[in-house]
Each structure stands twice: as structure tokens, then as C-alpha cells.
Nanobody, 114 residues
């Protein structure tokens, strides 16, 4: 069964870092551009970052630019989101998404708090 599984979330202090992973199973990830989204309580889901299928092109939402980095390892069938200088406003459930095939992971909780 094809699926995306996120991991790497947790509780971190402001200014800290986390690396999220999104592992694909049941299909080959290297054909697809990938997104990371997030959704905070009471808010709509918002796009955080995008990476092209080969990884050569990345785009970021303004609110994470310079702090987050999206990357991928197609040999491992995995996409990553490195998050640095985390702020309480980054607290949310983070989801990976393969838009071409309309697939979503189950999400991983990131909480930034002292």
C-alpha cells in the first residue's frame, strides 16, 4: 500500500532545531515534486516548502525562509525538512504531500516552547 510517513517531530525550545523526515513506501518518490505543509490549531493548513522531483529547485514560504531547508534523498525514498531557529509560532502539525498523486502523510507534531 502506497503511503507517506512523517517522523522527527517533538518538543523543542525556542531557537532549537529539528529535522523532519517523510518516508515513502509502496511507490517511488523520485518522480514527484514534494511539499511540506503545516497546520496550527484553529488555522488553515499552509504551505511551508516545495522541492522538485530531482531536488534542484526549492521554494519556501516567507515565514520560514532562511530558517528551514527542504531536501530529498531519492535513493532512500525520503524527503526532509531541516528546521532551525524555531519559534513558538512554528508550533503545528507538519505534513508531507505529493501533490501530483494527491497523497498526504499522517503528520508529525512540532511544539516549540520553553
Amino acid at each position: 500500500q502506497a503511503q507517506l510517513v512523517e517522523s522527527g517531530g517533538g518538543l523543542v525550545q525556542p531557537g532549537g532545531s529539528l529535522r523532519l523526515s517523510c518516508a515513502a513506501s509502496g511507490f517511488t518518490l523520485n518522480k514527484y515534486a514534494m511539499n511540506w505543509y503545516r497546520q496550527a490549531p484553529g488555522n488553515e493548513r499552509e504551505l511551508v516548502a516545495t522541492i522538485s522531483s530531482a531536488g534542484g529547485t526549492t521554494t519556501y514560504a516567507q515565514f520560514v525562509k532562511g530558517r528551514f531547508t527542504i531536501s530529498r534523498d531519492n535513493a532512500k525514498n525520503t524527503v526532509y525538512l531541516q528546521m532551525n531557529s524555531l519559534e513558538p509560532e512554528d508550533t503545528a502539525v507538519y505534513y508531507c504531500n505529493a501533490p501530483t498523486i494527491r497523497m498526504w502523510g499522517q503528520g508529525t507534531q512540532v511544539t516549540v516552547s520553553s
